[in-house]
């Protein structure tokens, strides 16, 4: 898990991992979309932002601060999920503000944490979305993620939602850059 916890970087975009430092900076860029949050397991738009945030400190996860390297800003947050020694490790855990959001900053993050994991040794790198986020789904597709099924129900958000999750699924050897 060491291995995945390094600063990774191709501009626009640069990974850092999360400190204290972050927070604050984090807490004001997941303002900027309070409509965003309805969609997520948790609300970090809001009160709920201090309580998710110990959680994933507390978890396995590795978690990165985003920087957006234009402007030297904080404008999110995404993570690794639950890396196994079976070599798959999950991508989430993502938000980035609105002004980043649906361009090529997505992609070129998303593709920092996909070749970091298959360089540390994993073999699949595994994306979940709420089935009702169509954009998530369709930019996870672009990444040439194949969808492997949808959990039913499998999780409850911060809002009661009972959400279906869309499992996706990327190979090593599948991957193209």
């Known amino acids: 898990?060491?291995?995945?916890?390094?600063?990774?970087?191709h501009d626009p975009v640069?990974?850092?991992?999360?400190?204290?430092?972050?927070?604050?900076?984090?807490?004001?860029?997941?303002?900027?979309d309070q409509e965003i949050w309805e969609i997520y397991p948790v609300n970090l738009g809001g009160d709920g932002f201090?309580?998710?945030?110990?959680?994933?400190r507390s978890s396995d996860w590795v978690n990165f601060a985003?920087?957006?390297?234009?402007?030297?800003?904080?404008?999110?947050?995404?993570?690794?999920?639950?890396?196994?020694q079976f070599g798959v490790v999950e991508i989430g855990g993502t938000y980035i503000a609105p002004e980043v959001r649906g361009g090529p900053f997505n992609r070129a993050m998303k593709k920092l944490l996909i070749e970091n994991a298959f360089a540390c040794g994993f073999h699949k790198v595994e994306l979940r979305a709420d089935s009702r986020n169509k954009r998530s789904m369709a930019a996870i597709r672009k990444l040439?993620?194949?969808h492997e099924g949808t959990l039913r129900a499998n999780l409850v958000t911060w809002t009661g939602y009972r959400r279906d999750t869309a499992v996706f699924g990327l190979l090593k050897d599948e991957w193209h850059g």
């Open 14 to 32: 640069r990974l850092v991992p999360l400190t204290d430092d972050h927070i604050e900076p984090l807490r004001a860029a997941c303002r900027l």
């Open 50 to 56: 201090d309580g998710a945030i110990a959680l994933w």
């Open 144 to 146: 040439g993620a194949k």
């Open 1 to 9: 898990m060491e291995a995945l916890s390094c600063i990774l970087e």
């Open 66 to 84: 985003v920087i957006d390297t234009r402007s030297d800003s904080l404008v999110g947050t995404t993570s690794y999920i639950r890396p196994t």
